[in-house]
């Protein structure tokens, strides 16, 4: 950890030095899914990018422990449970199950703690009695709501005022409310909705103070970063900021707060109306599972990113996904023909490399503590990919052993600096097998048929039957098929 770590901070608005409270150690915070549907590319979006800056910290040498939590008790899971007829509790663990599957199917790790509302029932119930107790929440028939006057700090991460609030604010029609800008932290029980005993009464949480309650209980009053989408900063993550430093004072709760920048769909807001919310499940079957993950770290996490959809023929194309898997293409038969020439046996040793080897990791290093800017990352794995291929095809220049030296350490080196991101983890051959088989699938070829073509057309070129080879090899031209003829043997993929 010789480098310095700088990353953004949305309090403070810039870019601070990292100071962990504790030297060496990283305690992290995500604002996780309502789990009331299935997950879509927004939320995978927005897991990726933080499970990247957890792996970029643990590749710059901290111990993280990264907390995310289950949202099992909200108004849309209580409304889709009427809906449907199934139990609340059945159809958010349900629903929570299906997106801990597609999180993994984008590389993305485990929390080391996964707190679920329903188990912390207690602890948010002991923090809104402190905040009443400290004078900044206050009982009405039922309900407890969070006193926003009381608490002069609010705003300060959304850059709002009270004054400006409160000339903003809309008359509410609860006049058990001191203030419209007051929020809830305690619901009175409803007919047919989950509650649990309580100070005021039978009721359930409200969606803010559960956070609170959270980071409280599983990383302390006071934690290294608080994360989650743009759209989490007013009101949910001021709001956690209010209940937090409320009830314990001003310089407790999160030291940096790091969010990730909108994704938008051919320049609009996903939206359910516009048609343009995708399942990660639809992404990864047109895709693969490692495409949108290699998009998503393509881009810096804060910026803004578009993201282009067509309809072509009836089929839903997702064009910077297929550009990102041809890229990904690029990678991994690279990595394959490093492999190949590096079972020769040649360990990668201490000696001279070429530069833009020996550079890939300081270059990668120095990228990711600067405000974890993965691009530079991307850009350096593809110019050490790029050397790699050179080499392989033109050795002439470079002496024998600094070339040896050079693949073996690059086939080993991709894939450390990859794993800093998430990607590059595959083995080559069956990321490039599934890939194949999967686009063979779109096109509607025969892979079978393929493979047939192709066994004749190996058995001519023993037979040194090199016409029929030859017509072989143009009748699989015209299914869209290429031809490889490699060390391995004759090898086949979609023409592109």
């Known amino acids: 950890m010789a480098t310095e770590l700088r990353l953004y901070d949305s309090l403070r608005r810039q870019k601070v030095p990292f100071e962990p409270i504790?030297?060496?150690?990283?305690?992290?915070?995500?604002?996780?899914?309502?789990?009331?549907?299935?997950?879509?590319?927004?939320?995978?979006?927005?897991?990726?990018?933080?499970?990247?800056?957890?792996?970029?910290?643990?590749?710059?040498?901290?111990?993280?422990?990264?907390?995310?939590?289950?949202?099992?008790?909200?108004?849309?899971?209580?409304?889709?449970?009427?809906e449907i007829g199934e139990d609340w509790k059945s159809l958010s663990s349900r629903f929570a199950d299906a997106y801990n599957h597609d999180m993994q199917t984008f590389g993305v790790l485990p929390?080391?703690?996964?707190?679920?509302?329903?188990?912390?029932?207690?602890?948010?119930?002991?923090?809104?009695?402190?905040?009443?107790?400290?004078?900044?929440?206050?009982?009405?028939?039922?309900?407890?709501?969070?006193?926003?006057?009381?608490?002069?700090?609010y705003g300060k991460l959304s850059g709002q005022s009270i004054d400006d609030l409160r000339a903003g604010a809309r008359v509410e029609v609860?006049?058990?409310?001191?203030?419209?800008?007051?929020?809830?932290?305690?619901?009175?029980?409803?007919?047919?909705?989950?509650?649990?005993?309580?100070?005021?009464?039978?009721?359930?949480?409200?969606?803010?103070?559960?956070?609170?309650?959270?980071?409280?209980?599983?990383?302390?009053?006071?934690?290294?970063?608080h994360a989650g989408g743009k759209d989490l900063i007013f009101p949910h993550h001021e709001n956690e900021i209010a209940q937090s430093q409320g009830a314990y004072g001003e310089e407790t709760f999160?030291?940096?707060?790091?969010?990730?920048?909108?994704?938008n769909f051919s320049g609009e807001k996903m939206s359910k109306s516009l048609g343009n919310v995708f399942g990660c499940q639809e992404i990864a079957a047109a895709v693969g599972q490692e495409a949108m993950r290699f998009f998503t770290v393509s881009h810096h996490y804060r910026s803004p990113v578009n993201f282009e959809v067509a309809t072509e023929d009836g089929r839903v194309v997702f064009k910077d996904?297929?550009?990102?898997?041809?890229?990904?293409d690029y990678f991994y038969t690279t990595l394959q023909r490093l492999d190949t020439?590096?079972?020769?046996?040649?360990?990668?040793?201490?000696?001279?490399?070429?530069?833009e080897i020996a550079e890939l990791a300081a270059t990668a290093r120095a990228g990711l503590a600067?405000?974890?800017?993965?691009?530079?990352?991307?850009?350096?794995?593809?110019?050490a990919a790029r050397a790699g291929n050179k080499l392989l095809d033109e050795p002439k220049g470079v002496p024998k052993d600094v070339r040896r030296r050079s693949i073996a350490r690059l086939a080993r080196e991709l894939r450390d600096v990859g794993s800093s991101?998430?990607?590059?983890?595959?083995?080559?051959?069956?990321?490039?097998?599934?890939?194949?088989?999967?686009?063979?699938?779109?096109?509607?070829?025969?892979?079978?048929?393929?493979?047939?073509?192709?066994?004749?057309?190996?058995?001519?070129?023993?037979?040194?039957?090199?016409?029929?080879?030859?017509a072989l090899r143009d009748r699989l031209t015209e299914m869209g098929v290429e031809v490889l003829d490699t060390p391995r043997g004759a090898e086949w993929r979609v023409a592109e």
């Open 174 to 225: 609860d006049e058990r409310k001191r203030s419209p800008m007051d929020f809830a932290l305690w619901k009175d029980a409803k007919p047919g909705e989950p509650s649990w005993d309580s100070p005021w009464g039978t009721g359930r949480p409200g969606w803010h103070i559960e956070c609170s309650a959270m980071t409280t209980k599983h990383l302390g009053n006071t934690f290294d970063i």
């Open 22 to 82: 504790e030297p060496g150690k990283v305690s992290m915070y995500l604002c996780g899914p309502t789990t009331y549907a299935p997950a879509h590319i927004g939320h995978a979006y927005s897991a990726i990018c933080f499970d990247m800056v957890r792996r970029a910290l643990m590749w710059l040498g901290y111990e993280v422990t990264f907390v995310r939590n289950i949202t099992d008790v909200d108004d849309k899971i209580i409304q889709r449970s009427n």
């Open 321 to 328: 996904l297929e550009a990102v898997d041809r890229r990904l």
């Open 421 to 470: 991101l998430g990607i590059l983890h595959s083995d080559p051959a069956e990321f490039l097998t599934e890939r194949r088989d999967r686009l063979a699938a779109q096109r509607g070829i025969d892979a079978a048929a393929v493979q047939e073509l192709l066994d004749q057309r190996t058995a001519a070129r023993k037979a040194k039957e090199f016409a029929q080879a030859d």
């Open 370 to 383: 600067d405000d974890f800017n993965s691009p530079v990352v991307i850009a350096a794995l593809s110019e």
């Open 111 to 153: 929390p080391d703690i996964e707190p679920r509302v329903s188990g912390t029932i207690e602890a948010i119930v002991a923090l809104i009695q402190k905040l009443v107790d400290e004078g900044v929440a206050y009982a009405a028939d039922g309900d407890v709501y969070y006193s926003v006057e009381a608490f002069p700090g």
């Open 254 to 263: 999160a030291h940096y707060w790091m969010h990730n920048g909108f994704l």
């Open 341 to 355: 020439f590096a079972a020769a046996g040649v360990e990668p040793g201490e000696g001279e490399v070429i530069p």
